[in-house]
């Protein structure tokens, strides 16, 4: 079993940056893939970036450019830098976890969510 606790979500203007944060607890070994989803209200949730075990990332065209997706294997944290912030990225960020690859995977576990809101 493993729980992933995000934090870091917040308000900020346009242009601005946010860093999230989500901490693993339980059982990691068995974990292949990470990765964060957001979901805007009235949408449906969409994948943002992911990062493979051997530390290999992919990212959402829309964020590419902007967003960075890093771990700290040693701290079981997964980061997600957030740069030149627009509205359109306000919506709930979750953090997930497999321990299947990354390649057309769909989360085993999920954080609660933190907020994010991008002002104009």
């Known amino acids: 079993q493993v729980q992933l606790v995000e934090s870091g979500g917040g308000s900020v203007q346009a242009g601005g940056s946010l860093r999230l944060s989500c901490a693993a607890f339980g059982y990691m070994y068995s974990t292949y893939c990470m990765g964060w989803f957001r979901q805007a209200p009235g949408k449906e949730r969409e994948e943002v970036a992911n990062?493979?075990?051997?530390?290999?990332?992919t990212y959402a065209d829309s964020v590419k450019g902007r967003f960075t997706i890093s771990k700290d294997n040693a701290k079981n944290t997964l980061y997600l830098q957030m740069n030149s912030l627009k509205p359109e990225d306000t919506a709930m960020y979750y953090c997930?976890?497999?321990?299947?690859?990354?390649?057309?995977?769909?989360?085993?576990?999920w954080g609660q969510g933190t907020q994010v809101t991008v002002s104009s």
């Open positions: 990062i493979e075990r051997d530390g290999s990332p």
């Open positions: 997930a976890s497999s321990e299947q690859r990354c390649r057309g995977w769909w989360p085993k576990y």
